[in-house]
């Protein structure tokens, strides 16, 4: 038990890159806008501020937030930055407020797309038209989509470490 433990930030760094394969593949498929794609690897991030915080969740939202970045539309530090610090930021707001529960984490993770957005999207040198219903439409998306995604993580949590032992902080 000791070496999964010690592996967990690698668990979910293979699932972020299984997530984002996952939205570069399936979502241009579906023939659904663009603006409605939802960020799977946020709503992970989102999860992970549920956990115990400590070096093994910073480590494991570091791995997240790399493997987001390399399939984004938009590569490289800024994305993964604004991942770790919607970490940071839902850390604390874990400390604060109790977001232990599917809808806030939803609600938390659509919010943080919104803003993410907004940003990339005011520091970018030609700005967008429309972005503000571009970065709702992607909001709700990730909002919706996190609704199963993060039941699915909470059931697989429980199942697995049934004594309420964290993987991440043990």
Known sequence: MKILVFLSPLFFTLAALFLSALEASLFPHLWVPAYL????????????????????????????????SLFSSSPGFPTAFGHLLVFLLGCRLNQTVFMNHILPQALFAGCSFFLLHGAAVLFAAAPEHFFFFRALGGALATAVFALPLLALLNVLRERYLPQAVNLISA
């Open 37 to 68: 794609n939802p960020d799977l690897n946020l709503v992970l991030i989102v999860f992970l501020t549920s956990c115990h915080p400590g070096l093994r969740s910073l480590l494991a939202a570091l791995g997240v937030a790399l493997a987001a």
